[in-house]
C-alpha cells in the first residue's frame, strides 16, 4: 500500500471523530506540537520504527510529544500502535495538519528578513500580508537568512514576493548578461 495513502486514510479519520467531538481545533493545535516534536528530535522516528522498542514506550513517547493529555488523541495512538502504523505518525499529523488548514481555509505566511526585524516592522509587514490575502486566515512563521543581504521574501502557499536585495543584485546580473 502506498505510504502517503495510509497517513492520509488515518488523518481523514482522526478529522471526522474530531469534527463529530467538536475538537478539530484542539487536534490541530496539538498536531503542530507533534510535528514541532518530530522536527526537533529526528531520533523520535527512528524510536517509532524500531521493533524492538516496545508499544507502550512508543505510546508514551507520543503522547508526550503532544504536549497535553488529549483522550482522543490517546485513543488514536493505541489505534495506530495496534494496527502497527506507529511508524506514519507524524505524517498522520502532518496530514491531519494540512487538512484542518483546508477545511478552514488558513494559509501558511512565512516572512523572511536579512535581519531580526523589532516588532512594529514585522507588524506592518504582516498588514501588508494579510491586505493581500483577504480572503485567508494567515498563520505567520518568521525566520532570518543573513544571505538575502537586506529586505525580505514573503511565501504565502505557493505565491512569493521577493523584495531582497540578493534578488535585486541576480536580476540586474541576469540583465547585463543578456
Not at 500502535?81 to 501558511?108: G, P, T, W
Amino acid at each position: 500500500m502506498d505510504n502517503g495513502l495510509i497517513p492520509k486514510r488515518y488523518a481523514k479519520a482522526l478529522y471526522k471523530v474530531a469534527l463529530d467531538s467538536g475538537k478539530t481545533k484542539e487536534l490541530y493545535d496539538l498536531s503542530k506540537r507533534v510535528i514541532d516534536a518530530f522536527r526537533s528530535n529526528p531520533e523520535l522516528q527512528k524510536v517509532l520504527s524500531n521493533p524492538f522498542v516496545p508499544a507502550n514506550d512508543k505510546e508514551g513517547l507520543l503522547i508526550a510529544a503532544a504536549g497535553e493529555d488529549n483522550e482522543l488523541f490517546k485513543r488514536f495512538v493505541s489505534l495506530i500502535i495496534s494496527q502497527k502504523r506507529v511508524e506514519f505518525a507524524c505524517q498522520m499529523m502532518l496530514a491531519y495538519r494540512d487538512i484542518y488548514r483546508k477545511d478552514n481555509h488558513i494559509s501558511q505566511a512565512k516572512i523572511t528578513t536579512a535581519s531580526k526585524l523589532d516588532e512594529v516592522r514585522m507588524r506592518k509587514l504582516r498588514d501588508l500580508v494579510s491586505g493581500a490575502f483577504k480572503d485567508s486566515v494567515l498563520e505567520f512563521t518568521e525566520a532570518v537568512d543573513p544571505n538575502l543581504i537586506g529586505g525580505f521574501v514573503i511565501d504565502v502557499d505557493s505565491v512569493r514576493m521577493d523584495a531582497s536585495l540578493s534578488n535585486e543584485l541576480e536580476q540586474l546580473r541576469q540583465t547585463l548578461l543578456s
